[in-house]
């Protein structure tokens, strides 16, 4: 028998599942965990085939534990959301390194104390973002809000490689509380990620996918964050990267985040932005060079069936 947890149960958990992804993420699942453990009614991990202690960690607090294999992002949450038993009416959607904050854990609880307007299907959610052990507070990274909370049916990851939000139908709303995400705990682990997602993001770029998420600079600050990108996409190659830099760190204080933020900054504004240009640069030059479409560049390149 699994030892659980002494966290103490709620005699009425909150009509929530919680939708976790994982893969060989042992040093973040258990913390990721504790933070919804004992006030949400269901807990499912969707797991990529971990080859570490990840699912030993996760049976600890659950035994609603799946295995799909990973495509994407986008394929993965709406397998999840379309196969596993739900049986609540609504669902969270969190990530391995993800932690709900105790005031987000109190506000849920004071919200699903009361009737919920049938009209209202989703919240959105704040990121704090944990760099090097480090808030990053400043540079336009705080606040920036997500739909991962929302009735069941009623919401899917939009159909992109990266940059996926997910898409809600009907009316949303903004809660205080937020959800630490811990961006990486290597810089190694971080630089490695970036640079599948500039590859990912270059491919998105040339191929026009812009998603489901409809742009709108008076709308909501997901669709006022997708009115941005498109502009910023419409932006010369190479110059916007140095541009995007200089109005995060200066112009949006992320100088103010000290060494940490001076490192994320440049990083994740300027290193990761001038990659996805190069990236696109390469593609365009080769396909140019060959004559071959962008397409076909990018399935020679990349081994990928578009």
């Not at 049976?59 to 986008?74: A, G, L, V």
Request: hydrophobic share 35%; aromatic share 16%; proline share 2%.
């Amino acid at each position: 028998m699994t030892n659980r947890p002494t966290t103490t149960r709620l005699t009425n958990n909150l009509p929530i599942s919680v939708i976790i992804l994982t893969y060989n993420e042992e040093k973040n699942i258990e913390d990721c965990l504790k933070s919804v453990y004992g006030w949400v009614e269901e807990i499912f991990i969707v797991d990529s085939y971990s080859t570490d202690k990840t699912l030993e960690i996760a049976r600890k607090y659950t035994d609603k534990i799946y295995q799909h294999p990973f495509e994407n992002y986008s394929k993965q949450r709406n397998w999840a959301l379309e196969n596993l038993p739900v049986k609540t009416e609504w669902i969270l959607n969190l990530d391995s390194d993800h932690r709900v904050t105790y005031e987000l854990s109190n506000e849920l609880k004071d919200i699903f104390s009361k009737q919920i307007s049938n009209k209202i299907n989703g919240f959105m959610i704040s990121r704090k973002t944990i760099f090097m052990g480090k808030w990053i507070k400043y540079g336009g990274h705080y606040p920036v809000y997500h739909n991962v909370l929302f009735r069941k049916g009623k919401g899917f990851c939009e159909n992109r490689l990266y940059d996926q939000h997910f898409v809600v139908e009907g009316t949303t709303l903004k809660l205080k509380g937020d959800i630490i995400d811990i961006i990486s705990d290597s810089l190694d682990k971080f630089c490695f990620r970036h640079l599948k997602w500039a590859t990912l993001e270059a491919i998105e770029q040339l191929i026009g996918n812009g998603g489901e998420i409809k742009a709108d600079i008076l709308g909501n600050p997901i669709q006022r964050r997708r009115s941005l990108r498109i502009f910023f996409n419409a932006s010369p190659k190479f110059l916007r990267s140095f541009l995007y830099f200089l109005y995060r760190y200066f112009f949006r204080l992320g100088f103010l985040d000290g060494y940490e933020g001076l490192i994320f900054h440049f990083l994740q504004g300027f290193w990761y932005r001038f990659l996805v240009d190069a990236k696109i640069y390469e593609i365009e030059k080769k396909a140019k060079k060959e004559n071959k479409s962008i397409k076909e560049v990018i399935e020679e390149l990349y081994n990928m069936k578009l």
